[in-house]
């Protein structure tokens, strides 16, 4: 780290263990989660018993209270050798960051305790097969019946959603409301009228799925809404806020590790007689790998800053200025990401396309970044949304 962010004792100390058990722990296992393609349960339980799911929540609701700073460099220390353990400690806090952004006092005592703990998984609940980007088209319904919300539709891609004991699902009230009619809802499982459908399979890092789900008449009691009705959009965006720049920690941490491989392999690798290394085509392209990941850290970090001061209640942040940063943060990390994971293939030239060295399953990880919790295309539309606005 090349500056002193004021850390206190105890965010040193969080940060240390991830450190320590980054290094470990998740690096010897990262290439063997990615064949696998299952849930690692054992990375889960490692972090649970070091206190390591209580990085993303308040202390009052007993999280380890560190702030999102330390989340996002704690996420950064993971992604620097694996694409999927980042997300093992925290996919929750974007499942369950809608009961902190709008949940009652009640609701907030209810799960993320459990959460924190690591004795409960959350997944988020938004995308649906034609409502994606338009998040206001979505078409699944809650319709209040007898003090019980009846559900039904259908989602796609979410994350998680097999393992998960809750989902906070978005749907529409007010079907003919557009944004404005969408609700969401704490769903837990197991829940009549929920079925989780089809695992996608994907480009990579299979050990997460992406589920589809299917609400057929589920009936969620009434006081499992957070916040009011037509909130749900709302409820969304700010959570989306709150949770780009772990994204952009990953993009960060991806990158940071893929140039720490691409410089060692350069000393070692001899062409014409000398090391790579000390070709200029080559030492140009470490040096934009590393001007661009110093530049995407300090976004991220400044990002994770800016919500740490908007939490303690710093009145002079608009959310605007959250959302626009936040965007900033994920569009740029993960697209400096994928140009370094590419980058560090061509350092490694033939042996980085091969699967046996972890260049090659960086770059497919990193090709996530740029498309979940908002294309970077929307990522643009946000900054752009607030650069105009009044
Ligand atoms: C592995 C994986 C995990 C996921 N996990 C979750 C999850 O846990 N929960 C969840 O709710 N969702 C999840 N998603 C869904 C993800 O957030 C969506 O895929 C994403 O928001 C894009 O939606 P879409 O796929 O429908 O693309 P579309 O909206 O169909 O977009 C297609 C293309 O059009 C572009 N585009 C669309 N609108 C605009 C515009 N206004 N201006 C410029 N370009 C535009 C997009 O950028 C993209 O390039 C996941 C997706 C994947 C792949």
Sequence with gaps: MLVNYNLTEEQQMVLNTVK??????????????????????????????????????????????????????????????????PFVMSLNDLGAQPIIVAGTEEQKQKYIGQIAAGESLAAFGLTEPDAGSDVASLKTTAILKDGKYILNGQKCFISNADNADIITVFAKTDPAGGHRGISCFV??????????????????????????????????????????????FFIAMETLDRTRPMIAAVGVGTAQGCLDYAIQYSKQRV?????????????????????????????????????DSYLEGNKDIQRTELSKLGSMAKCYATDVAMYVTTEAIQVCGGYGYMKDYPIERRFREAKLLQLIEGTNEIQRTVMAGCLLRD
């Design 187 to 232: 769903v837990e499982k197991p829940c009549p009228g929920l079925i989780i459908g089809k695992h996608e399979e994907k480009m990579g890092g299979d050990a997460l799925s992406a589920c589809e789900l299917f609400f057929e008449n589920c009936e969620v009691p009434a006081e499992n809404m957070l916040g009011k009705p037509g909130q749900g």
């Design 271 to 307: 062409v014409f007689g000398k090391p790579i290394a000390a070709l200029q085509a080559i030492q140009f392209k470490l040096a934009d790998m590393a001007m661009k990941t110093e530049a995407a850290r300090q976004l991220t970090y400044r990002a994770a800053i800016l919500i």
């Design 20 to 85: 320590r058990l980054a290094k470990e722990k998740v690096a010897p296992k990262a290439a063997d989660i990615e064949k696998e393609g299952k849930w690692p349960q054992d990375i889960f339980e490692l972090f649970k018993e070091n206190g390591l799911q209580g990085i993303p929540w308040p202390e009052e609701y007993g999280g380890t209270g560190t702030g999102a700073l330390v989340l996002i460099m704690a996420v950064e220390e993971l992604s620097k050798y694996c694409g999927v353990s």
